[in-house]
């Protein structure tokens, strides 16, 4: 049983600061890129960062360039977003994902999805 369990989300003033967590458990972590997505209300699922398998490479999404840290730690099971200078179209509930493939920011090859949580970004 693969589970993906995301936290950290809240409420945040424009500006400030967020770091989100992503613990995995029922999978080989180390051989999965791990990836984080966010969905505002009424829109698509929008690719934000990845990390590659041992946390050397990262990938960003072009609407949080140098904006956003990708990180994981490999020994505890954990990915991070620590998220900086947060702006209201920010806003969305953010998911961890994981993917066999190298960095693709397509949702679909993304094989586990946790249940999100949700950040909101006040101005």
């Known amino acids: 049983q693969v589970q993906l369990q995301a936290y950290g989300g809240g409420l945040v003033q424009a500006g400030g600061s967020l770091r989100l967590a992503c613990e995995a458990s029922?999978?080989?972590?180390?051989?999965?890129?791990m990836g984080w997505f966010r969905q505002a209300a009424g829109k698509e699922r929008e690719f934000v960062a990845a990390?590659?398998?041992?946390?050397?490479?990262?990938y960003d999404g072009d609407s949080v360039e140098g904006r956003v840290t990708i990180s994981r730690d490999n020994a505890k099971n954990m990915v991070y977003l620590q998220m900086n200078n947060l702006e209201p179209e920010d806003t969305a509930v953010y998911y961890c994902a994981a993917s066999r493939s190298y960095f693709d920011p397509r949702p679909e090859v993304y094989n586990y999805w946790g249940q999100g949580t949700q950040v909101t970004v006040s101005s």
């Open positions: 990390v590659a398998w041992n946390g050397r490479h990262t």
């Open positions: 029922g999978l080989d972590f180390a051989s999965y890129v």
